[in-house]
């Protein structure tokens, strides 16, 4: 639904004030990530965790609307989300950086797919380009 929803306010904005936002969205949750980090290496330091990470820990956000709000300004922003999404992962589930990462890759093609469709449905994707993009995407990985 995030995403559905940030397709439709995208549209009411021109495309210069869409990047400008997104560039302080980018300072925002780089200066996040950095905090979270640190946080948690100092948190893992002196607890001396080395069992795999526990899904049961204190949450600080619900995953579920904190979903929906990543998937709103993913799609506002016309952006995959890769960067957003970890940062969501890592505080509403409280994983570690490792695991959001490795958890987030889902989520992060879906939005994705999602953001390309509409884009080339209304005309804004060239479609050999993104194809192209995709094979050599497949070739590297």
């Known amino acids: 639904m995030g995403v559905f929803i940030g397709t439709l306010?995208?549209?009411?904005?021109?495309?210069?004030?869409?990047?400008f936002l997104?560039?302080?969205?980018l300072f925002a949750v780089a200066g996040w990530m950095y905090y979270l980090s640190v946080k948690m290496d100092k948190a893992t330091e002196?607890?001396?965790?080395t069992e795999p990470h526990n899904f049961q820990k204190k949450k600080l956000f619900n995953p579920g609307l904190s979903g929906f709000g990543v998937g709103i300004a993913c799609v506002f922003f016309a952006i995959g989300g890769g960067f957003m999404i970890i940062p969501e992962i890592m505080l509403s589930m409280d994983f570690p950086l490792v695991d959001a990462?490795?958890?987030?890759?889902?989520?992060f093609g879906i939005f994705s797919l999602w953001i390309g469709d509409e884009y080339w449905i209304n005309g804004s994707a060239l479609l050999s380009s993104?194809?192209?993009m995709m094979i050599t995407g497949l070739v590297g990985a």
């Not at 306010?9 to 990047?19: A, D, H, M, N, T």
């Not at 997104?22 to 969205?25: E, K, T």
């Open 9 to 19: 306010i995208s549209r009411l904005f021109p495309g210069k004030e869409i990047i």
């Open 22 to 25: 997104l560039g302080f969205l």
């Open 46 to 49: 002196q607890q001396g965790d």
């Open 101 to 107: 990462i490795a958890t987030g890759l889902l989520p």
């Open 130 to 132: 993104a194809v192209y």
